[in-house]
T-cell receptor, first 113, second 115 residues
Framework: GENVEQHPSTLSVQEGDSAVIKCTYS??????FPWYKQELGKRPQLIID?????GEKKDQRIAVTLNKTAKHFSLHITETQPEDSAVYFC????????????FGSGTQLTVLP | GAVVSQHPSWVICKSGTSVKIECRSL??????MFWYRQFPKQSLMLMAT?????????EQGVEKDKFLINHASLTLSTLTVTSAHPEDSSFYIC???????????FGSGTRLTVV
């Protein structure tokens, strides 16, 4: 099955700086890569996603890049704000009949004011 | 948008008892429901995949006789933790894919504490 690795596990940045979180996946057939933000005790919230036929996608301060050849994708947050502090998870969708998501281990992002 | 309603949001039970968690898709039909377990400061780990009208598929290491999943209708899937033990204390969350789209919607999660 799919295996997703995520780095770093913790990340602290100053407010206004950029944050980058990286993930690698193992199954070259995976074709959908969402990023989720999860606050303590809450459900994961989709913040951006990318499909395998696209190399980059941007939504205001958030962008995701995908390198299919290297099987890695990254989340970029610019002009970070304290409210960006949360745990971020990457995920990859397997292309089997169930199309289940496999999650990375998570990154605790702390934006220091 | 598509909503999955999950209940209860939290539950405390005694060791040895059973707890049922419900997930309902409110405005769409969820053919498939994914059940995850999340321990503190850890990732979401898939426990099982339930399909309406058929037996659930369990991930390796998940006891199917302990975690009973029922998906009897297109709008309701339930997870029953039987003979609960303190080590079953965790955050349980369901998720469904919306139609044939790539989008997934998550329930609000259930915090289970076994004392």
């Amino acid at each position: 099955g799919e295996n997703v690795e995520q780095h770093p596990s913790t990340l602290s940045v100053q407010e206004g700086d950029s944050a980058v979180i990286k993930c690698t996946y193992s199954d070259s057939a995976s074709n959908y890569f969402p990023w989720y933000k999860q606050e303590l005790g809450k459900r994961p919230q989709l913040i951006i996603d990318i499909r395998s036929n696209v190399g980059e996608k941007k939504d205001q301060r958030i962008a995701v890049t995908l390198n299919k050849t290297a099987k890695h994708f990254s989340l970029h947050i610019t002009e970070t704000q304290p409210e960006d502090s949360a745990v971020y998870f990457c995920a990859a969708m397997e292309t089997g009949s169930a199309r289940q998501l496999t999650f990375g281990s998570g990154t605790q992002l702390t934006v220091l004011p | 948008g598509a909503v999955v309603s999950q209940h209860p949001s939290w539950v405390i039970c005694k060791s040895g008892t059973s707890v049922k968690i419900e997930c309902r898709s409110l405005d769409f039909q969820a053919t498939t429901m994914f059940w995850y377990r999340q321990f503190p400061k850890q990732s979401l780990m898939l426990m099982a995949t339930s399909n309406e009208g058929s037996k659930a598929t369990y991930e390796q290491g998940v006891e199917k006789d302990k975690f009973l999943i029922n998906h009897a209708s297109l709008t309701l899937s339930t997870l029953t933790v039987t003979s609960a033990h303190p080590e079953d204390s965790s955050f349980y969350i369901c998720s469904a894919r919306v139609g044939q789209s790539y989008g997934y919607t998550f329930g609000s999660g259930t915090r289970l504490t076994v004392v």
